[in-house]
């Protein structure tokens, strides 16, 4: 079966720096991509990782290793509007998009 | 990024009436939506993947007979909740997959819309 694993629940202090890991395993792969979720809101889009490596934007970065089924999302210099959930998303062979059960941040002053 | 709009963001009913939402591509055609629900503290369900022109996918367990989907157009893509009941209370959220601009696999998500059926 196809499976995304990530913590359920982290908590974190502003101003820090946090991880949040996925690991995957689907029936072939197409990128992945990680969605920030603020509670009653629709997704929005953070990243999207084809190849192997880490991409990094502004606070943001995610890392991908294919060969591991394994990513991360890295957040800097936490701020306490980042106190979302965060969902990691593999895109599997069917170009459908396989969801993680999301990651609840919770960022302390 | 590409919009992508919902309407109504939210409605309220009661038991056995119809509700239907709308979803549109704003920007770009959208030659793929689909259709997710989020229950409270849940992550997304997939219910159904619709091309334009063609019946929708339904995911096993979502009947495809009380949650009606058309995607007439490349532009709009429409859910239908018939004959809804208090456990068809969720938040209903489509994302919209096209080719313009940006890398195709990505999926556009629009607002949601919240259904509370009484």
């Known amino acids: 079966g196809q499976n995304i694993d990530q913590p359920t629940e982290m908590t974190a202090t502003e101003g820090a720096i946090v991880q949040i890991n996925c690991t995957y395993q689907?029936?072939?792969?197409?990128?992945l991509f990680w969605y920030q979720q603020h509670a009653g809101e629709a997704p929005t889009f953070l990243s999207y990782?084809?190849l192997d490596g880490l991409e990094e934007k502004g606070r943001f970065s995610s890392f991908l290793s294919r060969s591991k089924g394994y990513s991360y999302l890295l957040l800097k210099e936490l701020q306490m509007k980042d106190s979302a959930s965060y969902l990691c998303?593999?895109?599997?062979?069917?170009?459908?998009?396989?969801w993680g059960a999301g990651t609840k941040l919770i960022i302390k002053p | 990024g590409a919009v992508v709009s919902q309407h109504p963001s939210w409605v309220i009913c009661k038991s056995g009436t119809s509700v239907k939402i709308e979803c549109r591509s704003l920007?770009?055609?959208?030659?793929?939506m689909f259709w997710y629900r989020q229950f409270p503290k849940q992550s997304l369900m997939l219910m159904a993947t619709?091309?334009?022109?063609?019946?929708?996918?339904?995911e096993q367990g979502v009947e495809k007979d009380k949650f009606l989907i058309n995607h007439a157009s490349l532009t709009l893509s429409t859910l239908t909740v018939t004959s809804a009941h208090p456990e068809d209370s969720s938040f209903y959220i489509c994302?919209?997959?096209?080719?313009?601009?940006?890398?195709?696999?990505?999926?556009?998500f629009g607002p949601g819309t919240r259904l509370t059926v009484l």
């Open positions: 994302s919209a997959r096209g080719t313009s601009g940006g890398d195709s696999s990505e999926q556009f």
């Open positions: 920007d770009f055609q959208a030659t793929t």
């Open positions: 619709s091309n334009e022109g063609s019946k929708a996918t339904y």
């Open positions: 689907t029936s072939g792969f197409n990128g």
């Open positions: 990782n084809v």
């Open positions: 998303a593999v895109l599997d062979s069917n170009y459908q998009l396989i």
